[in-house]
């Protein structure tokens, strides 16, 4: 199991930008992909983004698509969500989570083994 840490979550307005990063507590070998999902008040968690260890590969929820941008830096140990375009309905805690289950791509809560605590992101009207 790896722990995963988020940390950039805070309040912004409606348009504005935030990057949001997740660092793991070792390296990661190259079966090891990671992404964001995230889970607003009363609602399901919802995935947003996912990315495979080169960094080259990666797939975006259609609500999130050309205004989130996913990239990792494996030297770090360390993948990033940034966002832009901001709406109000991104309102939600993010998760960072990694896994090494063969299979592309990997949308679902379930098909990944380690999950961070989360990350508060506020978007204002």
């Known amino acids: 199991q790896v722990q995963l840490t988020e940390s950039g979550g805070g309040l912004v307005p409606a348009g504005g930008s935030l990057r949001l990063s997740c660092a793991a507590s070792?390296?990661?070998?190259?079966?090891?992909?990671m992404g964001w999902f995230r889970q607003a008040p009363g609602k399901e968690r919802e995935f947003v983004a996912t990315?495979?260890?080169?960094?080259?590969?990666?797939y975006y929820a259609d609500s999130v698509k050309g205004r989130f941008t996913i990239s990792r830096d494996n030297a770090k140990n360390t993948v990033y969500l940034q966002m832009n375009s901001l709406k109000a309905e991104d309102t939600a805690v993010y998760y960072c989570?990694?896994?090494?289950?063969?299979?592309?791509?990997?949308?679902?809560?379930?098909?990944?083994?380690?999950w961070g605590q989360g990350t508060q992101v506020t978007v204002s009207s």
């Open positions: 990315i495979r260890w080169s960094g080259t590969t990666t």
């Open positions: 989570a990694g896994g090494s289950i063969t299979g592309w791509p990997r949308s679902r809560s379930y098909e990944y083994d380690d």
């Open positions: 070792r390296r990661t070998f190259s079966s090891y992909y």
